[in-house]
Structures are given as C-alpha cells and as structure tokens.
C-alpha cells in the first residue's frame, strides 16, 4: 500500500473519478521499490480535478497534465487522452480527454510505462507485455520504435536511462534504430536533454548506493 496513493485515490474516487498509479510509479511499486516522484493517470480533466484538489500547477494544463506536491513529493496527474500525429518532435497537434485506459496506453513509449494499477491495487495491462517485460528486464517499445522516436526522439535518452536503471535488455535492431537516430536530439530543447541527463544520472546514483 503506498499512502500518498490511498489519499489521492480517495479524493478522486469521491467526487467521481478514477485514478491509476502509472509510469515509474506503477513500476517501483510493482518491483517493491522506493518511489521518489510520483506520476498518476486519472479520466477527470484538469478543469474537473481543480474543483476538489487545490494549489496545483496548471503549467501544462493544455496537455493534460497538472503537478502537485504532498509530503514532499512531486506528482503529474495526466488526464487519460488520445493524441493526434506530431508535428514539433514533443508534442501532439492535436489531444482529445477520454475515459479508456485501452486507448491511452497507445500514446506512451514503452511497455513497461503502460501498466496501470487502480485504487485496489489491481494491475491493469492493456499491452499484455507490461508486466511480463518487467519481470523479464527487456525494454519493449509498444509501437514501431523508429515511430515512436520520430514522435518524440527523448524517447532515445528515456530509453538508455531505462536500460540502465533497471538493468533491462534490449533487442539489437532495437538499439541500432536508437543509435542511428540520436541525430533527432537536436530538435529537442536543451532543457529537456539536461533534464533527462539528471534523471539518468539520479538512476546511476540510486543503482550505486543499492
């Protein structure tokens, strides 16, 4: 049971809405270990979750996505969402807010960021390769990979740091697509690089001090 999960769930579930561990989240907690930031799916919109959840950032509102902090820990509530093609290399042209956990599991990168875990506990696996990918350590994307990182090329740094930090495997026409493409990076902000470079340094870090 994680608690800042209990509390939130609760709060979602009274007012009408689901919300499901996701991500790194659902990951961690799976794999019994410790969970740093926190990232949540939920069917409310942004509009509908700051009627009952208040001092939240609103930065990114127009994705779906809101941040909070509770006893310290950051946390991204996404809004569950369909997405239209890519057009800047980061985000969709165009994202519709939907209520289907079948349908928002096609927009993410890999599968072991696709499992979702509901206010129960249940595991839910719309791939069917979540879980298994993860007891099995191998790094799966869930739609053609070039596609995938064409989309959104930090996918590539997302994917090295994954490889890493849990020690995954990797099919080899799978990291020759990620080498051979490293070049998209340079549509990327330098930001966004410099931020994942941390993560993956933090990931480093973490699997040292084990």
């Known amino acids: 049971m994680d608690k800042i999960f209990d509390y939130l769930s609760d709060i979602f579930d009274k007012n009408g809405f689901s919300l499901y561990m996701i991500g790194s989240t659902s990951r961690d907690y799976f794999l019994k270990r410790e969970i740093f930031d926190y990232d949540f799916a939920t ?13 939240v950032d609103l930065t990114f509102k127009r994705f779906g996505t809101i941040k909070y902090k509770l006893d310290n ?9 369909e997405e239209d093609e890519y057009l800047d290399f980061r985000h ?7 209520n289907d956990i079948n349908i928002d599991y096609k927009r993410r990168d890999f599968t072991i960021n696709a499992i979702y875990i509901d206010k129960n506990y249940n595991v839910i696996d719309p791939t069917g390769f979540g879980v298994e990918d993860l007891k099995n350590k191998k790094l799966r994307f869930i739609k053609d990979p070039l596609t995938s ?5 930090l996918r590539i740094l997302r994917a090295y ?10 099919d080899e026409d799978v990291l020759l697509i990620l080498k051979n493409n490293e070049h998209l990076l340079e549509n ?3 930001e966004k690089i ?5 993560k993956l340094k933090e990931a480093i870090k973490r699997c040292i001090t084990k």
């Open 43 to 55: 069917d409310a919109t942004p509009d509908e979750t700051i009627k009952f959840l208040k001092d």
């Open 92 to 98: 969709p042209n165009k994202i519709k807010f939907i």
């Open 73 to 81: 820990k950051k946390i991204d509530i996404v809004t569950l969402r």
């Open 194 to 198: 410099e931020e994942e470079n941390r």
């Open 161 to 170: 740091r994954f490889i890493k930090e849990y020690n995954l495997s990797i």
């Open 149 to 153: 990182i064409k989309e959104d090329p």
């Open 188 to 190: 990327i902000k330098k």
